[in-house]
């Protein structure tokens, strides 16, 4: 893939990790990557993904900017505010990285859409806020063979988990090594969403930020790791939370990696 | 027995603290049967989603939990 004249200069100090370098930079220009939801989590999802030159984005939301939404997401300002979000994104990547492809969708993640849209991207990102929209991801994903990326938050806590990604097993849990093909029969998906929580809560069980408040800075955190998984996958790192579940506490910043494996003895 | 007790997001308003003591009056139970003995204790439980971790592994019903060990009320989340 031909790269910019200036990606030297550009994207020196990532190209300068032996993690990354022209092989990982070519990967990133290559990666499709759909952000669903562009709320306090997608901002800095797509702020970060763009400024690593992550090549295609493709953006979903429904929503217009309100002036609620300025006390934690942080890509929009105030004259922003009635806007379509995925215009003002797709603008932002524009001025931020004109090499950037970005397309984006107004419509809200659907059964009957899903499909469609998902063939666009490798990766899935849900910065969604409720819980059908999350299930869709999941399930779509699981249909169409697509890891994605799990964050949400309540009030001071947050969690983020990759799930549906495709992995070799060994012995020791702690070396499966992500893999970008399955091309043999040792090679397993990581668990999903409804491994770990089968059906969604009942209605108003579990409250939004809308509905329970949240500090801005939460959501940067969280959407923040959410961006370094994404990377992390396109560039086939280790440490992925895959078969893991990341809590971080930021009151007591506590971050506990729960293994979500069930283990029945 | 003795287990050291985590609660997450909402269900710490539940158990009224993110991480306490809690004294079992037998020296192994099942989770099915924590379940049951958390239930009494706090009957606001009741319907709520969440799983239990025990030392930061989730674990099935029949999973036998032992004194010491760390458990973990996780319920999902939702805000984005």
């Known amino acids: 893939m031909e790269m910019e004249p200036d990606f030297l200069d550009r994207y020196q100090r990532q190209l300068m990790l032996g993690e990354v370098g022209l092989g990982g930079q070519r990967a990133l220009r290559a990666a499709r990557v759909m952000v669903v939801g562009l709320g306090g989590l997608g901002c800095p999802v797509v702020q970060y993904l763009a400024a690593a030159g992550v090549g295609n984005l493709v953006l979903v939301d429904a929503d217009r900017v309100s002036l609620s939404n300025l006390q934690r997401q942080i890509l929009y300002t105030q004259k922003d505010v009635g806007e379509l979000k995925v215009e003002v994104a797709r603008d932002f990547v524009e001025r931020q990285n004109a090499q950037i492809q970005v397309s984006v969708y107004t419509e809200m993640l659907s059964a009957e859409n899903a499909t469609d849209l998902l063939a666009l991207a490798d990766i899935v990102v849900d910065c969604t806020d409720n819980f059908a929209a999350r299930y869709l991801i999941n399930d779509a994903c699981a249909a169409a063979n697509k890891p994605w990326v799990y964050g949400s938050i309540a009030k001071f806590e947050g969690q983020v988990a990759v799930f549906n990604a495709l992995m070799k097993s060994s012995a020791d849990e702690s070396q499966e090594i992500l893999v970008s093909q399955s091309s043999d029969e040792s090679v397993i998906r990581s668990l999903n969403y409804r491994d770990v929580f089968p059906n969604p809560p009942g209605e108003g069980e579990i409250q939004n930020c809308a509905e329970s408040g949240v500090l801005g800075a939460l959501a940067g955190i969280i959407g923040s790791i959410q961006g370094m998984e994404v990377m992390k996958w396109i560039l086939g790192l280790k440490g992925l939370l895959a078969n893991q579940m990341l809590t971080y506490n930021a009151i007591n910043h506590s971050m506990v990696k729960f293994q979500l494996r069930e283990n029945a003895d | ?80």
Not at chain 2, 4 to 18: I, K, N, P
Not at chain 2, 56 to 67: C, I, K, S
């Open chain 2, 1 to 80: 027995m003795q287990v050291q007790l985590m609660s997450y997001g909402a269900l710490t308003d539940v158990t009224g603290s993110e991480v306490f003591e809690l004294e079992i009056s037998q020296q192994s139970v099942t989770v099915a049967e924590l379940k049951l003995i958390l239930l009494a204790r706090y009957p606001a439980l009741e319907g709520k989603t969440f799983r239990i971790a025990v030392n930061e592994r989730f674990v099935v019903d029949e999973f036998e939990v032992l004194p010491g060990v760390i458990i973990a009320l996780m319920p999902p989340f939702s805000g984005g």
